[in-house]
């Protein structure tokens, strides 16, 4: 009898491995769409720093329990994985896929093998078990070219649960409320048919900037759209402490003020702490009411699972592994799975460093050939070597973003920080306005027309802090302080600011309006002030001084934002002087930039 039981497909197939990749890896989205069972892992910290995962699931009436070991993958190339069994049918159950390129595309070859245990297992065998799973698969993969041509609503077939009685109709009257509000953006209907119909693995952690790639639609309106539907019970909203290294919630709370202040990543097995800017995430989910989400993993940890992994290795120690695969250039860190020390790499697409594994973690060595990736573990015992791209950042919502968001101060007024709280953000754009002359104004046009005029200027500067990406934090008097986590977005909004108050005092005939403006970025801390998040530090400061600075119809922006290469962009075609002041509370000079001397502004786009 044969030890080891084994099926290979292979498809030519007319797409690259570029396009085959998110799909083929995604191992739990295709785990659901074969209807296999979800499993429960159990992790286990050691005390070499490494953590043994075991699953459990049920399956054919009996209890399987298997090593859940980490994936190997190489970005668009190939992945498989190995679970060793303590209990069930198999000894091993081993998958692995690989994509070549082709002249017509790709060689797709799938490979399923198991070692089988005992009587039932030898059954298994004979009865055909990799034969019963051949059909799915052989339809699987050619379907998702056919999604890739547009042909198919979605990657795999996929058969939603039974919803909840009267949850359809439930779903139905809270999108059109959704839609009459100003944040369903025509995308209300949309969104509640992917809630009702769309995988788990896609609503497990719904991520508004993703789906605002995948509807190729303007980022804030899905924001608004996914922030409005929480509010009115269609979604939830959750807030995630990513894990560092993995990027993994491990922690999950329905309010910022229930943010722990640290957590544990059994995964990676690591400590650490809550960072606004970092690793606090806001996701939602479908609201029970309308569609349950159930508990387990479809694939613990596969490559999509992580998609800012490009590599992940297992190496013996002592093994020196080569890879022939050019990466494209950007920021790079090598690691281990296991807690240890980091390297952080700019790869300029020339020769890649090796990635180095030893006891204590990982690091950069000699420079490999050119499209050569070297792996080298120097460690007593085995490591897996990981080399992740620092791009993920990008389809994370992080708190720092969402909060800086007009259309989440407004619907999520009472969010805020626990009093005691304060938390880190690295950089934060601040805008400070204020009216020149507010009191001959009312003396000039009387009490009634001025306040009037008064109420349309924060009008029209709350709503193109909005359009800019930006929120409110605060008003005092006839000022404002508004917040951006986007620096060329605030700058944009600063210009617009003017050339509308331009427009309208034309308009009115006079200079019934002139506004003063500072702007300063930077490191802050975010706390609750008056029930309301709110920011302090030397970065607020400086930027209150630089609005101190301005005269009416100016902008003052600080040379340190000025620097910023997206600012700088805009204004180079900007008139403007460079000064540089002893401002009160700092003891060094501080230079900065005036915008609109004598009126002169150059259009923001």
Known sequence: ???????????????TPEELWPLLSDTARFNEASKLPKYQVEETPQADGSVRR???????????????TPYEWVYRKHFSQTRPFIKGP????????????SPTGSIA??????????????????????????????????????FLDGVRPMPFDYEPPDLQPGAGERAGVLAAKIEQSPYGHGMAQRLTSHILTAQEVDLIRIKPLVLARQWQAEPRHVVELCLESARQGLLKLQWGLLCPRCR???QTVSALDQLPRGAHCPSCNINYDSEFSKNVEITFQPAPAVREITAGEFCMAGPYATPHVMVQQILAPGEVRQLGQALPPTDYRFRTIDPGTTADVAYDGRAMPEVVAADTGASSGAAAGPGQIVLRNRASRPRTLVVESRAWAADALTAHKVTSLQAFRDLFAEEALRPDEAMSIDNVTLL???LEGSTALYERIGDGPAYHLVREHFGFLTDLVRRHNGAMVKTMGDAVMAAFADPAEAVRAALEMQQRVAGFNARQGSEALVIRMGLHGGPCVAVTLNDRLDYFGSTVNLAARMQ?????GEIVISESLAADPAVAELLVNQPMLHE???????????????LGKDGILASAA
């Open 1 to 15: 009898m044969p030890k080891l039981v084994s099926r290979t497909w292979t498809w030519s197939l007319p797409k």
């Open 54 to 68: 075991i699953g459990r699931s049920k399956v054919m009436g009996g209890t399987w329990m298997w090593e859940e």
């Open 90 to 101: 198999f000894k091993s159950f081993r998958i692995a896929l690989s994509l070549e390129p």
């Open 109 to 146: 070859t799938y490979t399923v093998e198991f070692a089988p245990r005992g009587m039932f297992g030898w059954l298994l065998a004979r009865t055909g078990f990799i034969d019963k799973l051949g059909p799915k698969i052989e339809r699987m993969v050619p379907d998702a070219c056919a």
């Open 248 to 250: 993994g919630a491990k």
């Open 432 to 434: 400070f306005t204020d």
């Open 548 to 552: 101190g600075q301005s005269g009416g």
């Open 580 to 594: 540089t002041e002893a401002i009160k509370g700092f003891e060094v000079p501080v230079p900065y930039r005036r």
